[in-house]
């Protein structure tokens, strides 16, 4: 898959969720996953600054419980 149709997608479901949210329903959780080091990060990063969103980076791998 290439950067402009992940993109494409993740704004799709973006825009799905706030249809959601705006209709009283539960929005979905989207994951992005790859191994390290393809752009997952710079493409969600760049999608946020394109739709002037907060990003926020959280690394659960640095956590000692999944819980936390």
Avoid: C, W
Wanted: zero cysteines.
């Amino acid at each position: 898959m290439y950067i402009q149709e992940t993109k494409e997608i993740i704004n799709y479901l973006l825009d799905n969720n706030l249809e959601l949210i705006k209709n009283g329903q539960h929005k979905i959780a989207i994951g992005l996953e790859g191994s390290p080091g393809i752009g997952k990060t710079a493409i969600i990063k760049e999608i946020a600054e394109e739709r002037n969103a907060k990003f926020v980076r959280v690394e659960l791998s640095s956590m000692e419980e999944i819980g936390d």
